[in-house]
Protein backbone atom coordinates (compact mmCIF):
# COMPACT_ATOMS: atom_id res chain seq x y z
CA UNK A 1 0.00 0.00 0.00
CA UNK A 2 1.08 3.50 0.01
CA UNK A 3 2.30 3.88 -3.33
CA UNK A 4 3.01 7.36 -4.77
CA UNK A 5 3.76 7.72 -8.67
CA UNK A 6 5.59 10.51 -10.06
CA UNK A 7 5.89 11.17 -13.93
CA UNK A 8 8.02 11.76 -16.08
CA UNK A 9 11.19 10.29 -13.94
CA UNK A 10 13.51 12.17 -16.41
CA UNK A 11 12.88 15.36 -18.73
CA UNK A 12 15.70 16.93 -20.72
CA UNK A 13 14.49 20.35 -22.48
CA UNK A 14 15.97 23.59 -23.71
CA UNK A 15 15.49 26.75 -21.47
CA UNK A 16 12.56 28.73 -21.58
CA UNK A 17 10.40 25.70 -22.02
CA UNK A 18 7.80 25.43 -19.24
CA UNK A 19 7.87 21.62 -17.60
CA UNK A 20 4.74 20.06 -15.91
CA UNK A 21 5.66 17.31 -13.46
CA UNK A 22 2.96 15.33 -12.22
CA UNK A 23 2.56 13.04 -8.74
CA UNK A 24 -0.28 10.79 -8.36
CA UNK A 25 -1.07 9.10 -4.82
CA UNK A 26 -2.01 5.71 -6.42
CA UNK A 27 -4.09 3.02 -3.70
CA UNK A 28 -4.97 6.37 -1.38
CA UNK A 29 -6.21 9.88 -0.62
CA UNK A 30 -3.56 12.60 -0.30
CA UNK A 31 -5.51 15.07 1.74
CA UNK A 32 -1.50 17.10 1.46
CA UNK A 33 1.02 16.59 -1.04
CA UNK A 34 4.27 18.02 -1.00
CA UNK A 35 7.14 19.36 -3.54
CA UNK A 36 10.60 18.60 -2.26
CA UNK A 37 13.85 19.92 -4.64
CA UNK A 38 17.05 17.70 -4.10
CA UNK A 39 20.61 18.89 -5.21
CA UNK A 40 23.32 16.16 -5.36
CA UNK A 41 24.88 14.89 -2.14
CA UNK A 42 22.20 17.39 -0.46
CA UNK A 43 19.33 16.30 1.09
CA UNK A 44 15.53 17.08 0.39
CA UNK A 45 14.44 20.72 0.33
CA UNK A 46 10.73 21.77 1.05
CA UNK A 47 9.46 24.11 -1.67
CA UNK A 48 5.52 23.73 -1.05
CA UNK A 49 2.67 22.08 0.46
CA UNK A 50 -0.81 21.54 -0.80
CA UNK A 51 -3.70 21.08 0.39
CA UNK A 52 -6.57 19.57 -1.83
CA UNK A 53 -8.54 22.34 -3.69
CA UNK A 54 -6.62 25.15 -1.92
CA UNK A 55 -3.84 27.18 -2.99
CA UNK A 56 -0.31 25.70 -2.04
CA UNK A 57 1.84 27.32 0.92
CA UNK A 58 5.29 27.69 -0.57
CA UNK A 59 8.50 28.06 1.72
CA UNK A 60 10.44 30.96 1.72
CA UNK A 61 12.49 32.03 -1.22
CA UNK A 62 10.40 29.46 -3.33
CA UNK A 63 9.01 31.99 -6.37
CA UNK A 64 5.44 30.98 -6.34
CA UNK A 65 5.18 32.05 -10.24
CA UNK A 66 7.59 30.09 -11.35
CA UNK A 67 7.00 26.48 -9.85
CA UNK A 68 3.17 26.56 -10.04
CA UNK A 69 1.36 23.94 -7.99
CA UNK A 70 -2.33 22.23 -8.35
CA UNK A 71 -3.84 20.01 -6.51
CA UNK A 72 -7.37 19.66 -7.73
CA UNK A 73 -8.20 16.10 -6.35
CA UNK A 74 -7.51 14.12 -3.36
CA UNK A 75 -5.08 11.95 -5.69
CA UNK A 76 -3.21 14.15 -7.61
CA UNK A 77 -1.00 17.56 -7.47
CA UNK A 78 1.45 19.05 -10.28
CA UNK A 79 4.16 21.38 -10.22
CA UNK A 80 4.93 23.86 -13.31
CA UNK A 81 8.02 24.61 -13.64
CA UNK A 82 7.78 27.32 -16.11
CA UNK A 83 9.98 29.32 -18.39
CA UNK A 84 12.85 26.96 -16.93
CA UNK A 85 16.33 28.26 -16.69
CA UNK A 86 19.47 25.82 -16.21
CA UNK A 87 19.73 26.95 -12.66
CA UNK A 88 16.31 24.98 -12.11
CA UNK A 89 18.21 22.05 -13.28
CA UNK A 90 17.24 19.25 -10.28
CA UNK A 91 16.30 16.37 -9.04
CA UNK A 92 12.33 17.53 -7.80
CA UNK A 93 10.12 14.91 -4.89
CA UNK A 94 6.42 14.93 -4.64
CA UNK A 95 5.12 13.42 -1.41
CA UNK A 96 1.66 12.61 -0.19
CA UNK A 97 0.67 12.00 3.05
CA UNK A 98 -3.14 10.83 4.14
CA UNK A 99 -4.67 12.73 6.68
CA UNK A 100 -3.52 16.46 8.43
CA UNK A 101 -1.15 14.57 10.34
CA UNK A 102 0.54 12.06 12.23
CA UNK A 103 1.04 9.74 9.13
CA UNK A 104 4.01 9.08 7.45
CA UNK A 105 4.68 10.79 3.54
CA UNK A 106 5.09 8.20 1.20
CA UNK A 107 7.16 9.67 -1.72
CA UNK A 108 7.15 9.13 -5.82
CA UNK A 109 10.42 8.55 -7.51
CA UNK A 110 11.16 11.89 -8.46
CA UNK A 111 11.72 13.67 -11.52
CA UNK A 112 15.55 14.32 -13.12
CA UNK A 113 14.72 17.96 -14.67
CA UNK A 114 18.11 18.91 -17.08
CA UNK A 115 17.61 21.81 -18.78
CA UNK A 116 19.97 22.86 -21.42
CA UNK B 1 16.26 27.95 13.66
CA UNK B 2 14.71 24.37 13.34
CA UNK B 3 17.59 21.85 12.40
CA UNK B 4 17.92 18.02 12.13
CA UNK B 5 21.60 16.83 12.01
CA UNK B 6 22.58 13.20 11.21
CA UNK B 7 26.34 11.41 12.17
CA UNK B 8 27.90 9.76 10.59
CA UNK B 9 27.95 11.68 7.23
CA UNK B 10 29.48 8.79 5.87
CA UNK B 11 30.17 4.38 7.65
CA UNK B 12 31.39 1.73 5.29
CA UNK B 13 31.36 -1.18 7.12
CA UNK B 14 31.87 -5.17 6.29
CA UNK B 15 28.23 -7.60 5.62
CA UNK B 16 27.56 -8.77 8.64
CA UNK B 17 28.79 -5.87 11.25
CA UNK B 18 25.93 -3.98 13.27
CA UNK B 19 26.30 -0.32 12.67
CA UNK B 20 24.03 2.49 14.38
CA UNK B 21 22.94 5.91 12.94
CA UNK B 22 22.43 8.85 14.43
CA UNK B 23 19.82 11.88 14.66
CA UNK B 24 19.60 14.65 16.81
CA UNK B 25 17.25 17.61 16.12
CA UNK B 26 15.63 21.01 17.42
CA UNK B 27 12.42 21.96 16.39
CA UNK B 28 9.60 24.26 17.93
CA UNK B 29 6.64 22.03 18.12
CA UNK B 30 7.63 18.64 17.63
CA UNK B 31 5.16 15.69 16.81
CA UNK B 32 7.12 12.72 15.17
CA UNK B 33 10.27 11.51 13.65
CA UNK B 34 10.90 9.71 10.84
CA UNK B 35 13.59 7.10 9.24
CA UNK B 36 13.59 6.63 5.12
CA UNK B 37 15.96 4.59 3.03
CA UNK B 38 17.20 6.58 0.04
CA UNK B 39 18.93 4.34 -2.80
CA UNK B 40 18.80 5.71 -6.49
CA UNK B 41 15.30 7.38 -6.48
CA UNK B 42 13.19 8.56 -3.63
CA UNK B 43 13.17 7.68 -0.21
CA UNK B 44 11.00 4.65 1.46
CA UNK B 45 9.99 5.08 4.64
CA UNK B 46 11.13 3.09 7.20
CA UNK B 47 9.74 4.15 10.84
CA UNK B 48 7.63 6.68 12.00
CA UNK B 49 8.36 7.44 16.54
CA UNK B 50 6.05 9.35 18.16
CA UNK B 51 6.94 8.18 21.83
CA UNK B 52 10.33 8.29 23.58
CA UNK B 53 11.67 4.50 25.05
CA UNK B 54 9.53 2.42 22.24
CA UNK B 55 11.43 0.62 19.96
CA UNK B 56 10.16 -0.17 16.59
CA UNK B 57 11.76 -2.98 14.62
CA UNK B 58 11.52 -4.38 11.09
CA UNK B 59 13.76 -7.13 10.69
CA UNK B 60 17.04 -6.47 10.92
CA UNK B 61 16.48 -2.91 11.44
CA UNK B 62 15.19 -0.82 14.85
CA UNK B 63 15.27 2.92 15.83
CA UNK B 64 14.14 4.16 19.04
CA UNK B 65 13.51 7.76 20.10
CA UNK B 66 14.67 9.51 23.36
CA UNK B 67 12.47 13.03 23.55
CA UNK B 68 14.57 14.25 26.20
CA UNK B 69 17.55 14.35 24.84
CA UNK B 70 16.44 14.86 21.30
CA UNK B 71 18.09 12.13 19.63
CA UNK B 72 17.26 8.96 18.23
CA UNK B 73 18.93 6.11 16.78
CA UNK B 74 18.38 3.81 13.76
CA UNK B 75 19.91 0.30 14.34
CA UNK B 76 21.05 -2.20 11.56
CA UNK B 77 22.33 -5.48 12.60
CA UNK B 78 23.78 -8.26 10.23
CA UNK B 79 24.40 -5.46 7.52
CA UNK B 80 23.96 -6.80 3.68
CA UNK B 81 25.26 -5.04 0.90
CA UNK B 82 21.40 -4.58 -0.18
CA UNK B 83 21.35 -2.16 2.53
CA UNK B 84 23.61 0.62 0.97
CA UNK B 85 21.81 3.55 0.70
CA UNK B 86 21.23 6.90 2.20
CA UNK B 87 19.59 7.51 5.40
CA UNK B 88 17.29 10.11 5.95
CA UNK B 89 15.95 11.64 9.52
CA UNK B 90 13.33 13.49 9.25
CA UNK B 91 11.27 15.38 12.22
CA UNK B 92 7.71 16.02 11.67
CA UNK B 93 6.63 19.67 13.46
CA UNK B 94 3.19 21.37 13.39
CA UNK B 95 3.08 25.04 12.52
CA UNK B 96 -0.16 26.85 13.11
CA UNK B 97 -0.18 28.81 9.60
CA UNK B 98 1.94 26.30 7.75
CA UNK B 99 0.67 22.98 9.35
CA UNK B 100 2.20 19.98 9.57
CA UNK B 101 5.58 19.91 7.78
CA UNK B 102 9.21 17.88 7.30
CA UNK B 103 12.52 18.67 7.89
CA UNK B 104 15.49 16.40 7.03
CA UNK B 105 19.02 16.20 7.63
CA UNK B 106 22.11 15.58 5.52
CA UNK B 107 21.16 11.98 5.23
CA UNK B 108 24.35 9.43 6.05
CA UNK B 109 25.45 7.30 3.49
CA UNK B 110 26.24 3.46 4.60
CA UNK B 111 27.91 1.57 2.16
CA UNK B 112 28.06 -2.29 2.90
CA UNK B 113 31.13 -4.15 0.94
CA UNK B 114 30.84 -7.75 0.47
Known amino acids: GAVVSQHPSRVICKSGTSVKIECRSLDFQATTMFWYRQFPKQSLMLMATSNEGSKATYEQGVEKDKFLINHASLTLSTLTVTSAHPEDSSFYICSARAGAGGQPQHFGDGTRLSIL | EDKVVQSPLSLVVHEGDTVTLNCSYE??????LLWYKQEKKAPTFLFML????IEKKSGRLSSILDKKELFSILNITATQTGDSAVYLC??????????????FGEGTQLTVNP
Open chain 2, 90 to 103: AVEEWGETSGSRLT
Open chain 2, 50 to 53: TSSG
Open chain 2, 27 to 32: VTNFRS
